[in-house]
């Protein structure tokens, strides 16, 4: 694939952004079957780059909240 696409596993995993030679490359969004969701750039098909890392969390009382933690990430693991 190359250029905008988006793709989704038959577990419900969507990836939907830039490809290159079949990788994700530039900007994309990948969401989680959890709702969990990775906001930001790619290289060579791993989160390389700025990007936001977006969760839901319960609260004590029982609320879900979005809890967004914004970063860099080197060849797919944040830091």
């Known amino acids: 694939m190359e250029g905008l696409g988006k793709y989704k596993w038959s577990d419900g995993r ?3 952004g830039e490809y290159k030679n079949d990788k ?3 900007f994309g969004i990948y969401r989680w ?5 990775y906001q930001g750039n790619w290289s060579d098909g791993k ?4 990007g936001r890392y977006i969760v839901m969390e319960k609260e004590a009382d029982g609320r ?14 944040r830091i």
Do not use: A, S, T
């Open 33 to 37: 079957v959890d709702n969990r969701e």
């Open 47 to 50: 989160q390389h780059g700025l």
């Open 64 to 77: 879900e909240v979005r809890k967004v933690k914004f970063g860099l990430w080197e060849d797919g693991k």
């Open 14 to 16: 969507i990836f939907e």
């Open 24 to 26: 994700k490359q530039g």
